[in-house]
């Protein structure tokens, strides 16, 4: 299974690099977890529409063909780690590659949220782009774990 994090945003603090990358050494060989950053559209003097448009392309061109694409929203559905474990069962099964979409500081195109298989929401509260790639990374590792009997995960 492959799992590619799409995020809007440049380059991470190292901190948050760091992080991601510790967890990313965590998974086995099979189950590939992979973060591919896509260029922000500068802001400015553009239109939200413009700006959105622009994002929109990068993120299409880098969600690999086939694959289940799940958006984090604001609005999205509220998971628990142990159905985000199930849902990531449920993947395997299906053979599917998941590409989970992070949008940038203005959020996503309406049009990929409708588009998308599902949308879920990581918290209620209003996260740092950085924090929100460590901590989807964190809880995918989380689930894994979980799936895996693996003691990382306690009740």
């Known amino acids: 299974m492959r799992i590619r994090i799409i995020a809007v945003g440049q380059k991470l603090p190292g901190w948050a690099q760091?992080?991601?990358d510790e967890y990313s050494k965590r998974f086995p060989p099979d189950f590939k977890i992979e973060l591919k950053a896509v260029k922000a559209q500068p802001r400015g003097t553009l239109p939200l529409e413009q700006i959105y448009d622009s994002?929109?392309?990068r993120i299409?061109?880098?969600i690999p063909?086939?694959?289940r694409v799940v958006v984090l929203d604001e609005k999205g559905k509220s998971i628990q780690t142990k159905q985000l474990a199930q849902k990531m069962i449920d993947w395997q099964l299906a053979a599917q590659n998941v590409a989970l979409i992070i949008g940038g500081a203005d959020g996503l195109h309406a049009q990929l949220k409708q588009q998308a298989d599902e949308q879920i929401r990581l918290s209620d509260l209003?996260?740092?782009?950085a924090m929100v790639r460590v901590l989807l990374m964190e809880q995918l590792y989380r689930a894994w774990s979980i799936n895996?009997?693996?003691?990382?995960h306690r009740e």
């Open 18 to 20: 760091t992080a991601c």
């Open 55 to 57: 994002e929109k392309e």
């Open 60 to 62: 299409l061109e880098a």
């Open 65 to 67: 063909k086939g694959a």
């Open 126 to 129: 209003t996260l740092p782009h």
């Open 148 to 152: 895996n009997n693996h003691p990382y």
